[in-house]
């Protein structure tokens, strides 16, 4: 049993040597009972984990990160909302964090990508924060969204085309990880034969690999040398836009908000195309009802963003003073964590996990507060997008294993598939669109999806309606 004290969970005196750790965080906690947050804890059951945790602690929960560190998991909705929203309480700043000042988490922990201090908006309170926001936020806004859309299609009928033939696909390799990467590549100006190394090395920086530093490490290197070319030649994309703009960054801190950029989007977008893509094959009614335009492809990814929050925990803050929250005492310097997985099923505002949340889109997939994803709506949009490509393209793709046979990894932060394969009719690839320049040339639409025969047609939007209307709780 985890411990059910109300005392923070203090850092423990020892740690256990490497052959004693547990093999399974959930089954053995760590030192004094308390839950280790690593990926391995969250991968199985994460709802169930959640769940048997806020029984036993409340909405704020004492847990264990890498190196046994103490953080509270932040899992009621109003208190992930209560932390979002208050900077002056807690605050963004990681060197005020105790173990950070206590030098037990330096420069080279795996977590010092994601928590320490860094000249990016995502690590500042007050009015240095709107400073660098408003530049993000306002280069990001410079992206015509039809634009975008048109950029996501082409590289989404690319990558169709490269396993089309084939008649089956591992998904989440060859398409729901590569399309947010190649536009990624487009979107910040990268070069594009380092691109999508650069986006798989932040990706891997988010996991909190061992080899999360080094990867930091040749992020800021590239980074760097775009930023030069792009002052010397700019072009149409979030790094020319972020050094024009008006607030006057530095070389510095351009690099910091593209690098935030690229470990922001990525994997959330992936994880968020690779799951609403689970979900509509795993349910063949449910594609019914979206072929039937009973529902949009908008709604399901709304729904997963309540259900499968592709971010399932983010850094919250570190406390500025003593405080009492959620009947827990935390201190000044203890690190807080926003569970948005945890908070979205929060059964005060969720009484049912089959409660409708349809057309509600309060959910904290995002975060909230001054914090809270500028990237949203680009997020949406390349979900959509890939989704609708995918099922327009081959339109009786399906799950190629049963759907309780897939798994999932996850580490501190997000929880991801392994694999997904699919099988379908194999096709030809559709005509190849011109090779691509800034801006972006609409791409040749593709063959409208075959349509079911009518009455299959009605049968499966039928079906579907009621698959979806019990997904959606009602
Ligand atoms: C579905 C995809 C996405 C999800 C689920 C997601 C989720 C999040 C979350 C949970 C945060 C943390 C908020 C906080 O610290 O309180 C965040 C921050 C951020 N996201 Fe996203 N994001 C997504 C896509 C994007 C995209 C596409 C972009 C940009 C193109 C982006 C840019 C950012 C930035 C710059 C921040 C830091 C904002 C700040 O600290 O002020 N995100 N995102």
């Not at 990558?159 to 487009?186: C, K, N, V, W």
């Not at 949009?381 to 793709?397: E, K, N, Q, S, Y």
Request: positive net charge; aromatic residues 4%.
């Amino acid at each position: 049993m985890c411990s059910t004290s109300s005392e923070p969970a203090r850092r423990p005196e020892t740690r256990p040597p490497e052959a004693e750790r547990p093999t399974c965080p959930v089954a053995r906690p760590g030192p004094g009972g308390v839950q280790r947050l690593d990926g391995r804890a969250v991968a199985a059951e994460p709802a169930a984990l959640f769940e048997r945790l806020r029984a036993e602690h409340g909405p704020v929960v004492p847990v264990l990160l890498e190196g046994d560190e103490p953080a509270w998991l932040v899992v009621g909705y109003h208190e992930v909302l209560h932390v979002a929203r208050n900077p002056r309480r807690f605050s963004r700043d990681g060197r005020l964090w105790t173990a950070w000042r206590e030098g037990r988490v330096g420069p080279q922990a795996p977590l010092a990508p994601v928590l320490a201090w860094g000249p990016d908006c995502a690590h500042q309170d007050g009015a240095e924060h709107q400073r660098l926001r408003a530049a993000v936020n306002e280069s990001l806004g410079r992206f015509d969204r039809r634009g975008l859309r048109r950029l996501v299609r082409r590289h989404a009928d690319r990558l169709i085309d490269d396993f089309a033939g084939e008649g089956h696909a591992e998904l989440l390799s060859r398409y729901a990880r590569r399309l947010p990467m190649l536009t990624l590549t487009e979107v910040l100006g990268l070069p594009p034969d380092e691109g999508p190394g650069l986006v798989e090395a932040g990706r891997r920086l988010l996991l909190g690999a061992e080899d999360a530093v080094a990867n930091d490490r040749h992020i800021h290197r590239v980074l760097r040398a775009t930023v030069e070319r792009k002052h010397a030649a700019p072009g149409h994309d979030l790094a020319s836009w972020l050094i024009a703009h008006p607030a006057d960054l530095t070389d510095d801190e351009v690099v910091h908000q593209l690098r935030l950029v690229l470990v922001a989007a990525n994997e959330s977008t992936t994880n968020l195309v690779v799951n609403t893509l689970r979900v509509v094959l795993a349910h063949p009614p449910l594609r019914g009802s979206l072929f039937g335009g009973r529902i949009t492809l908008a709604a399901a990814v709304e729904q997963v963003l309540w259900d499968e929050p592709p971010i399932s925990v983010c850094p919250g803050g570190f406390a500025t003073q003593d405080l009492e929250l959620g009947g827990q005492r935390v201190h000044a310097g203890d690190v807080l964590l926003l569970g948005l997985a945890a908070a979205n099923a929060d059964p005060r505002i969720r009484p049912s996990p089959r409660a409708s949340t349809h057309g509600n889109r309060s959910h904290l997939a995002f975060a909230g507060g001054p914090h809270e994803c500028p990237g949203q709506d680009i997020g949406r949009a390349v979900a959509v997008t890939a989704i609708d490509a995918l099922l327009g393209r081959l339109p009786d793709v399906r799950l190629a294993v049963e759907p309780e046979e897939l798994t999932w990894s996850a580490s501190t932060w997000a929880r991801h598939l392994d694999a997904l394969p699919v099988a379908f009719t194999a096709r030809r690839p559709a005509p190849r669109a011109p090779a691509p320049a800034p801006p972006v040339p609409p791409a040749p639409r593709a063959a409208p999806p075959a349509r079911p025969p009518r009455e299959l047609h009605r049968r499966a939007a039928r079906a579907g309606r009621a698959a979806f209307a019990r997904l959606l709780g009602r």
